[in-house]
T-cell receptor, first 115, second 112 residues
């Protein structure tokens, strides 16, 4: 079974620039999550999709972050404009249904450095 | 607000030692507790615990949950250098959906 795919793996940008990350979940997984993991911290949820609908985006900084999952499969996360504090690893995860706390499968992540 | 606190934050042991990692939590509506291992980037799933007192075991790793005292432990026996990683504890949040709330993790370093 193929895992969660993410690209790019690394990205370095200057502050105020824009960046986009892509995620393709495990086939058949209805629920997709984007997490932000700052160095030394556990992952923090940014947004959760169930199929192509947003279930939880309460912790997404909507003034600069946006995400979509238009066809209910792959997803993109965008930051515009980036700030220094956005430097982090951005993890995408998926789960089969996401309704009962079962295990989520994580992608390799994208390490973003904002200079 | 849901809280997940892990201890210790970091630990250095020698190969062959046994380690115990701790996770305490406060959630309004407990459903499950999950342990992940994070070596480079992607956390990989280890265990999901839902019932008190029932040990989950996989090779040299085991975990148990105490729902009365609101904590879980992850044990690793006969540690190897390949066990070096950050171990994350997570619980589904209190909202009706299930985004995970993670602790800060325990960074385990196993030296030869």
């Amino acid at each position: 079974e193929a895992g969660v795919a993410q690209s790019p793996r690394y990205k370095i940008i200057e502050k105020r620039q824009s960046v986009a990350f892509w995620c393709n979940p495990i086939s058949g997984h209805a629920t997709l999550y984007w997490y932000q993991q700052i160095l030394g911290q556990g992952p923090k949820l940014l947004i959760q999709f169930q199929n192509n609908g947003v279930v939880d985006d309460s912790q997404l900084p909507k003034d600069r972050f946006s995400a979509e999952r238009l066809k209910g499969v792959d997803s993109t996360l965008k930051i515009q404009p980036a700030k220094l504090e956005d430097s982090a690893v951005y993890l995408c995860a998926s789960s089969l249904r996401g309704l009962d706390g079962r295990e989520q499968y994580f992608g390799p992540g994208t390490r973003l450095t904002v200079t | 607000e849901d809280k997940v606190v892990q201890s210790p934050l970091s630990l250095v042991v020698h190969e062959g030692d046994t380690v115990t990692l701790n996770c305490s939590y406060e959630v309004t509506n407990f459903r499950s507790l999950l342990w992940y291992k994070q070596e480079k980037k992607a956390p990989t799933f280890l265990f999901m615990l839902t019932s008190s007192g029932i040990e989950k075991k996989s090779g040299r790793l085991s975990s148990i949950l105490d729902k009365k005292e609101l904590f879980s432990i992850l044990n690793i026996t006969a540690t190897q250098t390949g066990d070096s990683a950050v171990y994350l504890c997570a619980l589904p949040g209190d909202s009706g959906n299930t985004p995970l709330v993670f602790g800060k993790g325990t960074r385990l370093s196993v030296i030869a």
